[in-house]
């Protein structure tokens, strides 16, 4: 039996969002999606509603009528400070206000390990390790997260902020032998914390059971999630194409990866 009537997914045209539409569907007798991105033609149980995350107006018609929101959406990586601004930051605050004011109880948000990106690897982080975002997309992952605090603590809308590490098929490299969240696991995730009885205000890491994980959810024991995959599966042949780097490459000494060594992005325009 479905647990909602409607479900809200924002950042539906994306790959993760595209994942959750799948995984999500047995959760809602609707799933209402929406992205500024096509999203391909409506199920019988599926509505969409094409919005831009910094129209205020738009989200609060896509947020109407829902019972729990999956944002998924915002910039997707390090992007120029105006497109942070407003997909992310603003539209941030734009979903929480909505879902203020038509009175929904639960976020499910995309943050990001890039969040805590300047965590040294040997250091590891558990789900209260302060923010060391590594670029203005982990800026605004941080921001939300504390969004997510306010509107828990003043307003009572519960989230859970989930700090997704690298969500591919399978691992690429030797980083995502640490970092690797595998869809199936994903969607437990997120599952997880949209049925849980109570999530209050909780940061959990996106990643599969992976031996070398930098991360520990421990204090995140009350969602239920239990990761069913491990990189450990793909170690072999990842090892065997990427040979091992420089252990004092900010790529390799910070849990952030490649984004730990770029520049600001506006310097690139």
């Avoid at 809602?28 to 019988?44: C, N, Q």
């Avoid at 239990?226 to 170690?235: F, G, I, V």
Wanted: proline letters at 5%; charged letters at 25%; a negative charge.
């Amino acid at each position: 039996m479905p647990r909602f009537n409607r479900l809200l997914i924002t950042g539906a045209a994306g790959n993760l969002g595209a994942v959750l539409r799948q995984g999500l569907a047995p959760l809602a007798t609707t799933l209402r999606l929406t992205d500024r991105a096509g999203m391909g033609e409506a199920a019988a149980h599926e509505e969409i509603m094409p919005a831009e995350l910094s129209d205020f107006d738009a989200i609060m018609a896509v947020v109407k009528d829902c019972d729990a929101v999956v944002h998924f959406g915002a910039a997707p990586m390090e992007k120029p400070w105006a497109e942070i601004l407003n997909s992310s930051i603003i539209g941030g605050y734009n979903v929480y206000e909505a879902a203020r004011r038509h009175g929904v109880r639960r976020i499910v948000y995309a943050s990001s390990i890039h969040a805590v990106g300047y965590v040294r690897r040997e250091e590891g982080a558990d789900t209260h390790t302060g923010h060391r975002p590594d670029t203005l997309y982990g800026l605004s992952k941080c921001f939300v997260e504390d969004l997510a605090s306010l509107y828990f603590h003043k307003f009572g809308i519960e989230s859970a902020c989930v700090r997704i590490n690298s969500c591919f098929p399978e691992p690429a490299d030797r980083r995502h032998l640490a970092t690797w969240l595998s869809f199936r696991d994903l969607v437990q995730l997120v599952t997880r914390c949209l049925v849980a009885e109570r999530i209050g205000h909780t940061v959990v890491y996106g990643i599969s059971d992976n031996r070398e994980r930098f991360f520990s959810n421990e204090k995140a024991a009350h969602l239920g999630y239990q990761p069913q995959d491990s990189a450990e599966d793909y170690r072999e042949k990842v090892e065997a194409k990427c040979p091992p780097g420089d252990p004092f490459a900010p790529d390799i000494e910070f849990v952030g990866g490649f984004l730990c060594a770029v520049g600001h992005p506006d310097d690139e325009a």
